[in-house]
């Protein structure tokens, strides 16, 4: 696993992580069209994106976990 700086991630993926960084604590799992609805972006932008920050050194855990209706994602800090 490579380890990011805030620097390394792009804009969408910085808003993103700060997003879940501050729900995590009261809740696990989101769904894309959701973060999409709230941050001005499509699920798709946030699905791509949420992979990417499961490559970096973030602080938090990230699992692709379901499919229905919009992909979920577990987190955990």
């Known amino acids: 696993m490579s380890t990011a700086t805030a620097t390394d991630l792009t804009?969408?993926?910085?808003r993103i992580?700060?997003?879940?960084r501050e729900?995590?604590?009261t809740?696990?799992?989101f769904k894309s069209r959701?973060?999409?609805e709230e941050l001005g972006m499509t699920a798709k932008e946030v699905g791509s994106n949420i992979t990417a920050l499961q490559e970096t050194g973030s602080g938090i855990e990230i699992e692709k976990w379901g499919y229905s209706s919009s992909t979920t994602w577990k987190v955990s800090l």
Not at 11 to 14: D, G
Not at 17 to 20: A, H, I, Q, T, V
């Open 17 to 20: 992580l700060r997003y879940l």
């Open 34 to 36: 959701i973060i999409g």
């Open 27 to 29: 809740k696990t799992y």
């Open 23 to 25: 729900r995590a604590a």
């Open 11 to 14: 804009s969408k993926q910085r």
